[in-house]
């Protein structure tokens, strides 16, 4: 095959929470995506990838087969695809949306205390592999119910006695006169390699996403912060920046008594935090968010 035609294939969730999150990270990394006709694969229009457009349930074993190099997709779904195996392997990093828990959830009315109340209970799923697991390690024996939607139902339904599912808000429980009690598996949305590693002539091309990936996750959240302190305050105010690593400290034109601080975040910075700032005595405080990082 002549190299031109080599292409980088990223499987993504076509439609679906994340969906667009993805589309976002991809852009990030510089890639410019092309919607053409064909709705399975979308051509990057600057790069050699091409981005695989699929179901997420279809993602793990795409990327296990090595139909795709790399691909985004819930831990959970991985988990659930491979669960007895050591998911790092698989796993090139975290990036840090996504994320949600699967938890067991019981009817308000129904005590729970621990795993063990479970014994010989139906419970419902769409995770059966991932709750087998937790309750074989849990010494536990309950019947599993598989089900592909609309899991919360499942105790109204009298289909099943608990559940385990997806939450994140809660929302959906609360609406369903439910209670999580337990957490089985807390999860966010992972970037996951083929076993194999990408034809030499891609090589490049394979590191420099990974490179940049890294780098728009690594920025996620993290906030450039620029203030002027009082010489006298200034360890206290260091200590109060949230996450910040050695930070530059400048004398100010004129003022033998204050300086100004850069620091890069490395988590958000929240009103309470700029109040405390302020309340020590720094003054000019600015808040900016950081689009990209390379360490
Ligand atoms: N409430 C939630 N909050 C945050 N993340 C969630 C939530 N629900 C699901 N997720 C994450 O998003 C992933 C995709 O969820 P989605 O509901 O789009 O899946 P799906 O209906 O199985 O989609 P598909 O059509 O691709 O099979 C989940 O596997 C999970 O990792
Ligand atoms: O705790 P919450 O914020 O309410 O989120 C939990 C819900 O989100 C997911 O469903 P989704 O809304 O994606 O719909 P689906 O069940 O059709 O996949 C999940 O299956 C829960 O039902
Ligand atoms: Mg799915």
Not at 70 to 88: K, M, Q, R, S, T
Not at 205 to 226: P, Q
Request: contains cysteine; negative net charge.
């Amino acid at each position: 095959m002549p190299s031109e035609t080599l292409r980088l294939r990223i499987a993504v969730q076509k439609s679906g929470r994340l969906a667009d999150r993805s589309l976002e990270l991809i852009s990030g990394a510089g890639l410019r995506v092309m919607k053409g006709a064909n709705e399975l694969l979308y051509r990057i229009e600057n790069q050699p990838i091409d981005l695989l457009r699929v179901r997420d349930d279809d993602i793990p074993t795409f990327v296990a087969d090595g139909v795709a190099e790399l691909g985004i997709v819930g831990y959970n779904v991985l988990a659930e695809h491979f669960p007895e195996d050591d998911l790092e392997e698989r796993i090139v990093m975290r990036l840090g949306f996504g994320k949600c828990t699967l938890k067991i959830a019981v009817p308000d009315s129904v005590s729970y205390e621990g795993p063990l109340s479970l014994e010989g209970k139906r419970i419902a799923t769409s995770y059966p592999n991932i709750l087998g697991k937790w309750l074989k390690d849990r010494g536990v024996s309950a019947t599993i119910v598989e089900m592909r939607g609309a899991v919360e139902v499942a105790p109204r339904m009298k289909i099943a006695h608990a559940i385990c599912d997806l939450v994140s808000t809660g929302a959906t429980l609360e609406a369903n006169g439910m209670k999580a009690v337990d957490l089985v598996l807390a999860s966010e949305a992972v970037l996951i390699k083929a076993p194999h590693a990408p034809p030499a002539d891609l090589a490049h091309v394979y590191d420099m996403l990974l490179r940049r990936f890294d780098g728009v996750t690594a920025s996620n959240g993290a906030k450039y912060v620029m203030l002027n302190a009082p010489r006298e305050h200034l360890n206290e105010i260091i200590e109060l920046i949230p996450g910040a690593d050695a930070p530059t400290i400048m004398p100010l034109a004129g003022r033998e008594d204050t300086v100004a601080v850069h620091a890069v975040c490395q988590e958000n910075v929240f009103w309470d935090t700029l109040d405390k700032l302020k309340a020590a005595g720094a003054s000019a405080i600015l808040v900016l968010p950081i689009e990209k990082m390379m360490k």
